[in-house]
């Protein structure tokens, strides 16, 4: 290391953790262990965690009542009331039951009426899916749960568990010694006599260091003696991953620490222009970071803030933030029963000078949202609701500072998003990606109004046959471009062993469909292939039943909910099942020219083009990404 000794400088606080960072940057490194989950509450993940298995792992009732088959009761109403027999119509079910084949609706049991033991009437019709909980409709096998260098919340133990998940790799908490030294000081148990000073200091860094993800020993008062100082430091290097020693760190003539660590090793700050806490030593020795921290409380507190929690932070991944109440606009309209004051999970980003909240999903099973959610919206009782555009006040998980440096990404789904995500996380610590899931169009009409950086975006445009750039061309007055991401096959995800021999779309009459969500690329893919088929919607049975997210819908084929979906190859191979293919589309991303240059979207362009991706998408399946992360712009001189 290059001699950068400053004794008592007045080095600026930025400067002088950049100058230690720095030094600590190839010497300082994370280490990792396996724990059980149920020990692993405020820990930090190592890599990204993958569900072993779906919840609900089967379609589940909803409510208490009847589940019926949809068919047997078209055409029941209050003048035509049907009755329907047990185990042959019907079968009683609770909260949590299988529902299976070929029971497809659950009426709740106030709506049911008993005749006697064996038969019941009804007089609604029932729709198909209603009051069911479908297989992976909170995690589906193979979802990431969570991604590398997460901190855990009690709510992340519960989905991993019931993701299959058992044992867990985090960050190993770094271990800290702490000296207090000095002749004058006392332990509390003790009565001061004059000139004595209980010590204190110490117990707070214990403290703090704890709650930073540290394991901390606090060691006894050591007096101002030079040769027990430097023992004590010396030996405590070889079994602790820091040292912090408290007081002698001034320029009094008992004040040994900054001589002892030049002795030990090398200091390179001594003095920064902070008050109070001027007298900081920023020091390395046999390899590791010691600090040396001033006596007087609020100056050791001060210190530790902007000093030891940084390095802490290098060695547990951990990242800091403060619960938060903001205004935000909201991107989507959200509906409300007067009856109830609602919690609403949001996903938050700063786009612009505004932050916007995207809605997650509302259900009370859905434990998901919990885990991706950055707060809530509360909507009051009273209240139909909330329209898209609005402000609303949102009760923040993380911090502003965090927020702000969030790519806020609304659109089509793809497991690229998942895996970019787990990467900037990885290897850009503090800038995030924030995906919202509400397809094509929907994301383009936020990126119009403002409320996203990026869009996903899969369109066709049937005129031209291309992809996404007519859309964009049409729906855009400002400066646009095109990050290139990937290109995917999209085809029919149908049961392992295909058993009802589907060949392609016009196979579809036969079987029982999910579709996506309506302004889904995927929806408008799949519409396009009807009309080239000569089909109508109303011959596919299932055409109006939707899902959000292509692993969604391939956990429905997979729970033999369904027939065939709609979807990309990557989701059918990841729940193991059959793939017909229909053709190959281009996965985008729309972004306004103005963007570009953030450094969070920088970031994300990076991670597009890395091998670490690539590797992921190959082993994925299905994915062509030689273009990804080239940018294409958009305006009166492009040429299609």
Request: with cysteine; glycine share 8%.
């Amino acid at each position: 290391m290059a001699n950068r000794n400053l004794y008592l400088n007045n080095t600026p606080v930025k400067e002088a953790l950049d100058i230690y960072k720095k030094a600590l940057k190839d010497i300082v490194k994370m280490q990792y262990e396996e724990i059980p989950v149920e020990k692993s509450l405020g820990r930090i993940t190592k890599e990204a965690v993958y569900a072993r298995c779906s919840s609900p792992l089967f379609n589940a009732a909803a409510m208490d009542g009847i589940a019926v088959i949809t068919e047997k009761t078209k055409g029941a109403s209050e003048r035509t009331p049907l009755i329907l027999e047990k185990n042959k119509d019907f079968i009683v079910v609770d909260t949590g039951d299988p529902v299976n084949y070929p029971y497809d609706a659950v009426i709740m049991a106030e709506d049911v009426i008993e005749i006697d033991e064996r038969t019941v009437k009804i007089l609604e019709a029932a729709t198909a899916w209603q009051h069911i909980r479908p297989i992976g409709e909170d995690i589906v096998s193979g979802e990431m749960l969570l991604p590398s260098m997460h901190k855990i919340r009690p709510i992340d133990i519960g989905v991993l568990f019931s993701g299959g998940i058992i044992k867990i790799m985090v960050v190993k908490q770094p271990k800290a010694a702490i000296f207090p030294t000095g002749t004058e000081i006392i332990e509390p148990t003790k009565t001061p006599e004059a000139g004595e000073i209980i010590e204190s200091n110490s117990r707070m860094f214990e403290a703090m260091i704890t709650s930073y993800g540290g394991l901390a020993d606090r060691f006894p008062p050591t007096p101002d003696d030079y040769n027990k100082i430097k023992a004590a430091v010396s030996e405590a290097l070889d079994s602790y991953d820091m040292v912090i020693i408290n007081a002698g760190s001034s320029a009094g003539t008992e004040d040994f620490t900054v001589h002892i660590l030049r002795e030990l090793g090398e200091v390179l700050v001594h003095g920064v222009a902070i008050k109070p806490g001027k007298p900081v030593i920023l020091a390395v020795v046999k390899g590791k970071p010691v600090i040396g921290l001033p006596g007087y409380p609020v100056s050791a507190y001060i210190d530790f803030e902007n000093f030891v929690k940084p390095v802490l932070a290098l060695l547990t991944g951990e990242t800091y933030c403060d619960n938060n109440v903001a205004e935000a606009v909201l991107s989507k309209r959200m509906i409300s029963s007067l009856k109830h004051k609602e919690y609403v999970r949001v996903k938050v980003g700063q786009v612009g000078d505004k932050l916007v909240a995207s809605p997650l999903a509302r259900g009370a099973g859905a434990a998901m949202s919990l885990v991706r959610a950055d707060g809530f919206c509360v909507i009051e009782q009273n209240c139909e609701g909330i329209e898209a555009g609005e402000t609303v006040r949102v009760e923040l998980y993380r911090s502003l500072q965090e927020i702000r440096h969030t790519v806020v990404c609304i659109g089509s789904h793809d497991l690229l998003l998942d895996l970019a995500a787990d990467l900037m996380a990885f290897h850009y610590p503090g800038v995030y990606l924030s995906s919202t899931h509400i397809g094509s169009m929907g994301g383009l009409m936020a990126l119009k109004r403002g409320e996203a950086h990026i869009v996903p975006v899969h369109l066709l445009d049937e005129a031209s046959g291309k992809y996404n750039i007519p859309y964009i061309k049409r729906m855009f007055e400002e400066p646009m471009a095109l990050i290139k991401g990937v290109k995917r096959i999209q085809g029919l995800i149908v049961q392992k062993g295909n058993p009802l021999n589907l060949k392609g779309i016009a196979d579809l009459k036969q079987c029982r469909f999910v579709n996506r969500q309506r302004g889904a690329g995927t929806r408008v893919l799949f519409d396009y292939k009807l009309k080239q088929a000569g089909m109508d919607a109303s011959e596919i049975t299932g055409y109006d039943r939707e899902a959000a997210t292509h692993m969604a819908v391939a956990a429905l084929v997979a729970g033999n909910s369904a027939d065939a979906a709609m979807g990309i190859f990557a989701a059918a191979k990841a729940m193991q099942l059959d793939f017909i293919e229909v053709g190959q589309e281009e996965y985008d991303f729309a972004v306004p020219v103005k963007y570009l240059k953030l450094p969070e979207i920088q970031a994300f362009i990076e991670v597009l083009k890395s091998s670490e991706l690539h590797t992921r998408l190959a082993n994925a399946g299905g994915y062509q990404y030689e273009e990804a992360g080239d940018i294409y712009f958009i305006d009166e001189k492009f040429q299609e």
